[in-house]
Every structure is written in structure tokens, then in C-alpha cells.
């Protein structure tokens, strides 16, 4: 008995659909899995590090308002630096247009929180967390690292920097629930399965340029 063509294209593509969700789940699994126990949500539990490494994003929502990922990543930066468990911050963000400036922006927030200026050190060529964790190691000579942003962000980072040579841990900053939450959550799935295309590709960051010692 003949399968029609319509049949075939249904089954290769149900075949298609559970492949894409088999890759997502595996990317999710292994990222998660291997940033086990090397993230921390307690300033007290936290091991200290030089530099703590505070990941950009937008100040301000599309909508309007402080976007709150952002806003929790400052408070937790601040908490870390006075807690003593980071001496200095590397802030690594987009700078793509001379109207969007993450680094500086963050630069502004933290030291109005209380970390001197000179304890702050800008990276304006983290364009991706792939870029930040890259040049963390080659432009900025790090070893190791404490990563400053929300726990599924800092999974991610991890695993990029422990691939390329450089020990991290995560300090958690808070999450957001709700419609805005979910969506961010979603988001972060696919991203995941990016991480594994880039490191297959062996993608690069976008600039590298003079190396940048944090003393």
C-alpha cells in the first residue's frame, strides 16, 4: 500500500518537531546539570572572587519603566561588593550605538550605590554572553570569575566560560515571575541550543582588541 505524499510530509514532519524538542531538552539538561552547585542565591555561602562580572541588559522596559532584571542585578552587585566577596566589577555590556550604552549606564547605578569608580572596569564589547565570558578570559586576563545576574543567565554563562578556560561561579540575582518571567524563560531555551551551535562553529566575539589588566 502506497503512502501518499501528504503522509509522508506529516510524518517527516512530526519526526522534524520531536528532534527539535529532544536538541532543546539535551541543551537545557546538560547546561543546567553542569552549573550545578556552582551558583548561589546566599551572600554567606558565596566563596569570594577578585572580580565580579555583572552581565548588561536594558536599563529601561520598551513599555516604559526600569526593567526589573536590570534594576535586581544592581542591587546584587552592590550586595556582593559590600559583602567583600568581589574587590572590583567588570561590567560587560552593548555599547552598539552611541544612544545605547549599557556599561556606562551600569557604571552610573553602581557607583551611586556605593562602589567607588575606580573599582569598575567596563567592558563595551559584550555584545552577547558568549562575547562577555570570551573576553573576560583573553582582554581582561581573568582565571576565574563570580557572574552577576539572574540564575538561568548564570547557568548559561558558566558553561560558555568553563569552555573557554575560564572558572566561574553565579551569584543569583533576583528573578521575575509572571507573564514577563515566563516569557524571558522561554526565551532562554533556545538560547541554550545556540550555545552548543556557537561552540560547534567555534564562533568568536565581535571585537577583541588591547588587553586590560583589573588592578
Known amino acids: 500500500m502506497k503512502i501518499s505524499i501528504k503522509k509522508k510530509y506529516r ?8 528532534l527539535s524538542i529532544l536538541v ?14 556552582k551558583t548561589f542565591s546566599d551572600l554567606g555561602s558565596i566563596p569570594k572572587n ?11 522596559l520598551v513599555e516604559g519603566g526600569i526593567n526589573p532584571y536590570y534594576a535586581h542585578r544592581i542591587d546584587a552587585t552592590i550586595a556582593l561588593y559590600k559583602a567583600g566577596k568581589i574587590e572590583f566589577v567588570l ?7 552611541i544612544y545605547y550604552n549599557e556599561p556606562t549606564t551600569i557604571k552610573k547605578d553602581l557607583v551611586e550605590g556605593g562602589i567607588p569608580t575606580d573599582k569598575i572596569f567596563l567592558d563595551y564589547a559584550g555584545f552577547r554572553t558568549l562575547d562577555s565570558m570570551v573576553r573576560a578570559k583573553f ?3 581573568l582565571d576565574s570569575v563570580t557572574v552577576i545576574s539572574q540564575q538561568f543567565h548564570n547557568e548559561r554563562a558558566i558553561y560558555i566560560a568553563e569552555k573557554k578556560g575560564l572558572k566561574a561561579i553565579g551569584f543569583n540575582a533576583r528573578g521575575i515571575s509572571g507573564k514577563q518571567g515566563t516569557k524571558v524563560q522561554f526565551r532562554e ?7 552548543f551551535i556557537d561552540l560547534l562553529l567555534n564562533t568568536q566575539p565581535r571585537f577583541y582588541g588591547d588587553k ?4
Open 139 to 141: 582582554i581582561f586576563g
Open 24 to 37: 532543546v531538552v539535551i541543551s537545557n539538561f546538560t547546561i543546567e546539570f553542569s552549573a550545578k552547585g
Open 11 to 18: 510524518f517527516l514532519l512530526a519526526i522534524a518537531l520531536l
Open 50 to 60: 577578585k572580580v565580579g562580572l555583572v552581565l548588561g541588559t536594558s536599563r529601561m
Open 91 to 97: 561590567v560587560s555590556g552593548d555599547n552598539g550605538t
Open 189 to 195: 531555551y533556545f538560547a541554550r541550543v545556540k550555545v
Open 212 to 215: 586590560i589588566e583589573i588592578k
